[in-house]
């Protein structure tokens, strides 16, 4: 194979894990926006004081975005919106979280609490 055969087969190569790692991001975000919409609704379900919740858009909308790669998975900042009203106030939020996207899992690595302190 001459160099320019080889010089264009390494250019496809790379263009094609260029789409596959584009691919694999989306999904690790899609995968760890919806952990995080878990998440939302599991804490604030549980506080005491809350009387109604909801994770649609009030002051932003998700998002995510893939801030590593490792054997582990993919770390995933997500921001997800939520509100949440109790008898004395309401609030709209948006969360903060890290995740880990493995291949069959999600793990949650940290991020602010959600809700209110009764």
Known sequence: MDRRAAFSLLLVLLVVAAGTVFVLDREAQRRAIAAEETRLQTELAASECVTTYGTSATVSDESASVVGRSLDGWTVR?????????????????????????????????????????
């Open 78 to 118: 997500v921001s997800h919106p939520y509100w949440y009203s109790t008898n004395r106030s309401h609030t709209d939020a948006s969360s903060e979280s890290v995740y880990v996207v493995g291949v069959e899992s999600v793990r949650y690595v940290g991020g602010e609490s959600v809700g209110p302190t009764c």
